[in-house]
């Protein structure tokens, strides 16, 4: 759950800064919301989760 959590605060901070920086339209990331609501509802969704929880994994294992 914490990991989730931070994927979607880490998420909005990129959207934000596309935003303001690079010209993003606030339509533009509305349409990209939608987007994924309806894909976290879509059979694709399994396999987005097991690939963020390795990719997730994959970058715990690093040492710095």
């Known amino acids: 759950m914490a990991l989730s959590i931070s994927a979607v ?3 909005a901070i990129v959207v934000f800064l596309l935003i303001r920086k690079s010209g993003l339209k606030g339509g533009h990331a509305a349409v990209c919301v939608l987007l994924g609501f309806y894909l976290a509802s879509s059979s ?4 987005i989760t097991d690939l963020t929880s390795n990719v997730a994994g994959m970058i715990s294992d690093f040492k710095f």
């Not at 694709?44 to 396999?47: D, E």
């Open 9 to 11: 605060l880490l998420l």
């Open 44 to 47: 694709i969704a399994p396999t």
